[in-house]
């Protein structure tokens, strides 16, 4: 079949170049070597790209950043359920919901690529927990790291004070 298609094409798009005068027997050498030629400029077939998922790239981004996997895991599932198109009414985005300013701040150009969108989180996240310890750490993740200074540790924030808790509860620290 695939023959049939090579002979075809050539046929569809060199015949209406030959003229008249070109014999059958000439026509039968051009396609020998126009297939020939098709056939040494196709592309090596590569190997299909193995589908991660999102727990495999959480696990990368938390090596890389120097986070725990378990606790990248606990803010991933927290934020998004794992989820890559969460948007949140505040207008977060991907599996770790990413503000505007930080998909920014760390040049994520598709906040719903599960690849940039964990990364990004995880960096951020490192510097949080790096800058303000475990806990205010993350109520800086949540809340940003202004309300944190703001309030010197974990602002008295009802959703922030629950987030703090549900994602030490979920890591194994309470």
């Known amino acids: 079949m695939k023959v049939i298609l090579d002979i075809l094409v050539i046929i569809l798009l060199f015949f209406p170049l030959m003229s008249r005068e070109n014999s059958l027997k000439e026509f039968l050498e051009m396609k020998d070597l126009l297939t020939l030629k098709v056939r040494t400029c196709k592309l090596p077939v590569t190997e ?17 950043s120097g986070l725990d996997y378990k606790l990248l895991l606990a803010v991933a599932k927290k934020e998004s359920n794992l989820k890559p198109t969460a948007v949140s009414p505040m207008g977060a985005k991907g599996v770790m919901q990413l503000m505007p300013v930080i998909i920014r701040k ?3 150009t598709d906040p719903f690529d599960p690849e940039q969108n964990i990364r990004a989180g995880a960096t951020y996240l490192s510097e ?6 475990l806990e205010h750490g993350l109520a800086a993740y949540n809340a940003g790291p202004a309300a944190v200074v703001k309030y010197n540790g974990i602002p008295p924030y009802r959703e922030t004070e629950h987030y703090v808790r549900t994602i030490i509860k979920e890591y194994g620290l309470l």
Do not use: P, Q, W
Request: charged content about 40%; cysteine-free; hydrophobic content about 40%.
């Open 48 to 64: 299909e790209k193995k589908e991660r998922t999102v727990h495999d790239i959480i696990k990368e981004a938390a090596l890389e």
């Open 128 to 133: 949080m927990v790096t800058r303000f310890g």
């Open 106 to 108: 760390y040049k994520v």
